[in-house]
């Protein structure tokens, strides 16, 4: 059973930086790829990380490319994404998920497993 846990949410201001972090537990973290998804009430949740298996591959949707920073550690079954320069428009529940094999995609099928997923919240 694959068990995704966020933490690191909260309220901040805008341009506040905020560190997101998920461990996976379950399966073999480091044989998957990985990304962080955001959803924002009566709107479709959409991807805006992803991460290669081995961390050398990152891919970032437009609305947080130069602001956000996907990462991880193997050896701590744990992906992060830094937010630096919040907006309003970031608040959202943000989830990380593991996709279905090594792929790094912004591409919502292809991940496999979700993570309850925790709020952040950018005042004005």
């Known amino acids: 059973q694959v068990r995704l846990v966020e933490s690191g949410g909260g309220l901040v201001q805008a341009g506040d930086s905020l560190v997101l972090s998920c461990e996976a537990s379950?399966?073999?973290?480091?044989?998957?790829?990985m990304g962080w998804f955001r959803q924002t009430p009566g709107k479709e949740r959409e991807v805006i990380a992803a991460?290669?298996?081995?961390?050398?591959?990152?891919v970032y949707a437009d609305s947080v490319k130069g602001r956000f920073t996907i990462s991880r550690d193997n050896a701590k079954s744990t992906v992060y994404l830094q937010m630096s320069s919040l907006k309003p428009e970031d608040t959202a529940v943000y989830s990380c998920?593991?996709?279905?094999?090594?792929?790094?995609?912004?591409?919502?099928?292809?991940?496999?497993?979700w993570g309850q997923g925790t709020q952040v919240t950018v005042s004005s």
């Open positions: 991460i290669s298996w081995n961390g050398l591959i990152t």
């Open positions: 379950g399966r073999i973290f480091e044989d998957q790829g």
């Open positions: 998920a593991m996709a279905r094999g090594p792929y790094t995609t912004l591409v919502a099928r292809a991940y496999e497993y």
